[in-house]
Protein backbone atom coordinates (compact mmCIF):
# COMPACT_ATOMS: atom_id res chain seq x y z
CA UNK A 1 0.00 0.00 0.00
CA UNK A 2 2.57 2.40 0.77
CA UNK A 3 4.40 2.15 -2.40
CA UNK A 4 0.91 3.12 -4.36
CA UNK A 5 0.43 6.22 -1.91
CA UNK A 6 4.06 7.58 -2.38
CA UNK A 7 3.18 6.80 -6.21
CA UNK A 8 0.31 8.86 -6.52
CA UNK A 9 1.62 11.71 -3.95
CA UNK A 10 5.05 11.72 -6.47
CA UNK A 11 3.24 11.05 -10.00
CA UNK A 12 0.33 14.26 -8.73
CA UNK A 13 -1.70 13.26 -11.49
CA UNK A 14 -4.78 10.70 -11.81
CA UNK A 15 -6.22 10.62 -14.88
CA UNK A 16 -10.22 9.14 -14.59
CA UNK A 17 -11.26 7.10 -17.05
CA UNK A 18 -14.76 7.38 -17.21
CA UNK A 19 -16.97 5.70 -19.79
CA UNK A 20 -14.37 4.32 -21.72
CA UNK A 21 -15.41 0.91 -22.92
CA UNK A 22 -13.11 -2.12 -22.37
CA UNK A 23 -12.29 -2.14 -26.50
CA UNK A 24 -10.51 1.34 -26.30
CA UNK A 25 -8.66 0.82 -22.14
CA UNK A 26 -5.52 -0.71 -23.61
CA UNK A 27 -4.96 1.80 -26.10
CA UNK A 28 -5.81 4.55 -24.16
CA UNK A 29 -3.90 3.47 -20.89
CA UNK A 30 -1.15 3.59 -23.33
CA UNK A 31 -1.38 6.75 -24.22
CA UNK A 32 -1.38 8.03 -21.18
CA UNK A 33 1.39 6.67 -19.69
CA UNK A 34 3.18 7.71 -23.07
CA UNK A 35 2.36 11.09 -22.35
CA UNK A 36 3.60 10.53 -18.23
CA UNK A 37 0.76 9.25 -16.62
CA UNK A 38 1.05 6.65 -14.09
CA UNK A 39 -1.77 6.50 -12.19
CA UNK A 40 -5.10 5.73 -13.90
CA UNK A 41 -8.71 5.55 -11.79
CA UNK A 42 -11.37 3.87 -14.07
CA UNK A 43 -14.86 4.82 -12.73
CA UNK A 44 -17.61 2.66 -11.53
CA UNK A 45 -21.64 3.58 -13.18
CA UNK A 46 -23.66 3.31 -10.77
CA UNK A 47 -26.94 3.70 -12.66
CA UNK A 48 -25.93 0.99 -15.09
CA UNK A 49 -24.99 -2.46 -13.52
CA UNK A 50 -23.30 -3.51 -16.95
CA UNK A 51 -21.05 -0.41 -17.44
CA UNK A 52 -20.18 -1.33 -14.05
CA UNK A 53 -19.23 -4.79 -14.89
CA UNK A 54 -17.01 -3.51 -17.71
CA UNK A 55 -15.62 -1.05 -14.98
CA UNK A 56 -14.16 -4.10 -13.56
CA UNK A 57 -13.13 -5.76 -16.93
CA UNK A 58 -11.40 -3.23 -17.53
CA UNK A 59 -9.13 -2.89 -13.87
CA UNK A 60 -8.12 -6.57 -14.67
CA UNK A 61 -7.34 -5.57 -18.60
CA UNK A 62 -4.59 -3.04 -17.61
CA UNK A 63 -3.42 -5.13 -14.49
CA UNK A 64 -2.90 -8.08 -16.74
CA UNK A 65 -1.55 -5.46 -19.36
CA UNK A 66 0.89 -3.07 -17.97
CA UNK A 67 1.47 -4.71 -14.73
CA UNK A 68 3.18 -2.20 -11.84
CA UNK A 69 3.89 -0.07 -14.90
CA UNK A 70 0.80 1.93 -13.94
CA UNK A 71 -1.18 2.40 -10.63
CA UNK A 72 -4.79 1.17 -11.73
CA UNK A 73 -7.34 2.11 -8.98
CA UNK A 74 -11.67 2.41 -8.89
CA UNK A 75 -13.45 5.56 -9.18
CA UNK A 76 -16.73 6.40 -8.02
CA UNK A 77 -17.07 3.72 -5.44
CA UNK A 78 -20.04 3.90 -3.14
CA UNK A 79 -20.51 0.87 -2.06
CA UNK A 80 -18.81 -1.63 -0.11
CA UNK A 81 -19.57 -3.89 -2.60
CA UNK A 82 -17.51 -1.72 -5.13
CA UNK A 83 -14.91 -1.93 -2.75
CA UNK A 84 -14.69 -5.78 -2.71
CA UNK A 85 -15.12 -6.06 -6.66
CA UNK A 86 -12.47 -3.38 -7.26
CA UNK A 87 -10.27 -4.97 -5.39
CA UNK A 88 -10.81 -8.81 -6.61
CA UNK A 89 -10.32 -6.98 -9.89
CA UNK A 90 -6.87 -5.29 -8.98
CA UNK A 91 -7.98 -1.90 -7.85
CA UNK A 92 -4.63 -0.51 -5.93
CA UNK A 93 -7.22 2.39 -4.69
CA UNK A 94 -10.63 3.65 -3.99
CA UNK A 95 -11.80 7.21 -4.96
CA UNK A 96 -15.22 8.30 -3.94
CA UNK A 97 -17.21 11.51 -5.03
CA UNK A 98 -18.56 11.07 -1.50
CA UNK A 99 -17.40 10.18 2.74
CA UNK A 100 -18.74 6.80 3.43
CA UNK A 101 -17.31 5.36 6.62
CA UNK A 102 -18.23 2.03 5.42
CA UNK A 103 -16.21 2.41 2.36
CA UNK A 104 -13.17 3.65 4.07
CA UNK A 105 -13.10 1.22 6.69
CA UNK A 106 -13.46 -1.99 4.31
CA UNK A 107 -11.24 -0.08 1.58
CA UNK A 108 -8.43 -0.34 4.35
CA UNK A 109 -9.12 -3.33 6.09
CA UNK A 110 -8.09 -4.72 2.51
CA UNK A 111 -4.93 -2.94 3.43
CA UNK A 112 -6.00 -0.81 -0.33
CA UNK A 113 -5.53 3.42 -0.45
CA UNK A 114 -8.68 5.21 0.63
CA UNK A 115 -9.51 8.46 -1.26
CA UNK A 116 -13.02 9.55 -0.30
CA UNK A 117 -14.59 12.67 -1.42
CA UNK A 118 -15.12 15.77 0.79
CA UNK A 119 -16.36 19.49 0.31
CA UNK A 120 -16.69 21.02 3.65
CA UNK A 121 -13.99 20.89 6.50
CA UNK A 122 -16.12 18.80 8.68
CA UNK A 123 -16.36 15.91 6.14
CA UNK A 124 -12.88 15.89 5.30
CA UNK A 125 -11.58 15.30 9.02
CA UNK A 126 -14.57 12.53 9.24
CA UNK A 127 -13.31 10.70 6.47
CA UNK A 128 -9.30 11.26 7.41
CA UNK A 129 -10.36 10.04 10.87
CA UNK A 130 -12.18 7.18 9.73
CA UNK A 131 -8.30 6.16 7.82
CA UNK A 132 -8.64 7.73 4.59
CA UNK A 133 -5.29 8.25 3.10
CA UNK A 134 -6.18 11.47 1.17
CA UNK A 135 -9.39 13.44 0.79
CA UNK A 136 -10.42 14.45 -2.39
CA UNK A 137 -11.82 18.05 -2.84
CA UNK A 138 -14.58 17.57 -4.43
CA UNK A 139 -16.00 19.61 -6.83
CA UNK A 140 -12.83 21.98 -6.87
CA UNK A 141 -13.16 23.82 -9.95
CA UNK A 142 -16.68 25.03 -8.68
CA UNK A 143 -15.02 25.86 -4.94
CA UNK A 144 -12.13 27.52 -7.04
CA UNK A 145 -8.05 28.09 -5.83
CA UNK A 146 -9.03 30.29 -2.98
CA UNK A 147 -11.39 27.49 -1.00
CA UNK A 148 -8.67 25.01 -1.53
CA UNK A 149 -6.23 27.26 0.48
CA UNK A 150 -8.76 28.39 2.55
CA UNK A 151 -9.53 24.78 3.77
CA UNK A 152 -6.05 22.98 3.48
CA UNK A 153 -4.48 25.83 5.90
CA UNK A 154 -5.91 24.87 8.72
CA UNK A 155 -6.10 21.31 7.95
CA UNK A 156 -2.65 21.06 6.72
CA UNK A 157 -1.98 17.22 8.95
CA UNK A 158 -4.74 15.78 5.99
CA UNK A 159 -3.15 15.25 2.50
CA UNK A 160 -5.68 16.72 -0.47
CA UNK A 161 -5.99 16.07 -3.98
CA UNK A 162 -8.60 18.65 -6.06
CA UNK A 163 -11.16 17.38 -8.86
CA UNK A 164 -13.30 18.33 -11.07
CA UNK A 165 -12.96 21.26 -13.47
CA UNK A 166 -8.36 20.56 -13.38
CA UNK A 167 -6.94 21.41 -16.34
CA UNK A 168 -3.73 21.88 -18.10
CA UNK A 169 -4.21 25.62 -17.53
CA UNK A 170 -4.64 25.48 -13.52
CA UNK A 171 -3.57 22.38 -12.26
CA UNK A 172 -0.28 24.44 -11.12
CA UNK A 173 -2.54 26.97 -9.27
CA UNK A 174 -4.41 23.83 -7.37
CA UNK A 175 -0.73 22.47 -6.50
CA UNK A 176 0.05 25.97 -5.12
CA UNK A 177 -3.06 26.20 -3.25
CA UNK A 178 -2.46 23.37 -1.30
CA UNK A 179 -3.18 20.63 -2.97
CA UNK A 180 -0.68 17.42 -3.17
CA UNK A 181 -2.62 16.24 -6.50
CA UNK A 182 -4.94 16.50 -8.83
CA UNK A 183 -7.89 14.25 -10.87
CA UNK A 184 -8.28 15.19 -14.46
CA UNK A 185 -11.02 13.55 -16.43
CA UNK A 186 -12.67 14.96 -20.02
CA UNK A 187 -9.86 17.61 -20.02
CA UNK A 188 -7.32 14.96 -20.48
CA UNK A 189 -8.91 11.53 -21.46
CA UNK A 190 -11.56 12.79 -24.12
CA UNK A 191 -14.12 10.24 -25.17
CA UNK A 192 -14.19 12.04 -28.54
CA UNK A 193 -10.56 11.62 -29.11
CA UNK A 194 -10.69 8.05 -28.20
CA UNK A 195 -13.83 7.40 -30.63
CA UNK A 196 -11.85 8.86 -33.22
CA UNK A 197 -8.65 6.51 -32.50
CA UNK A 198 -6.64 9.68 -32.02
CA UNK A 199 -4.73 8.36 -28.93
CA UNK A 200 -1.33 10.75 -30.00
CA UNK A 201 -3.57 13.66 -29.16
CA UNK A 202 -4.45 11.72 -26.26
CA UNK A 203 -0.64 11.48 -25.21
CA UNK A 204 0.05 14.90 -26.12
CA UNK A 205 -2.60 16.49 -23.53
CA UNK A 206 -0.78 14.00 -20.88
CA UNK A 207 2.41 15.58 -21.41
CA UNK A 208 0.79 19.34 -20.73
CA UNK A 209 0.22 17.89 -16.80
CA UNK A 210 3.90 17.27 -16.18
CA UNK A 211 4.25 19.11 -13.19
Same mark, same amino acid.
Do not use: W
Given at each position: #???? +? ?7 ? @? ?24 ? #? ?14 ? $??? @?? #??? &? ?7 ? =? ?19 ? #? ?14 ? $? =? ?14 ? *?? &????? @??? +? ?11 ? *? $? ?11 ? =? ?22 ? +??? /?? $? @?? &? ?12 ? /??
Amino acid at each position: #MSSI +LETIKESKI @IAIIRGISSKDIINTVQALKDGGIKC #MEVTFNQKDAEASKDT $LKC @IR #MIK &EHFGDEVAV =GAGTVMTVQNVIDAAEAGAAY #MISPNTNVDVIKKTKE $L =GLVSIPGAATPSEAVT *AY &EAGAD @IVK +LFPAGALGTGYVK *A $LTAPLNHIPFTAV =GGVNEKNVGDFLKAGAIGVGVGGN +LVN /KK $L @IE &EGNFAEITRLASEY /KI
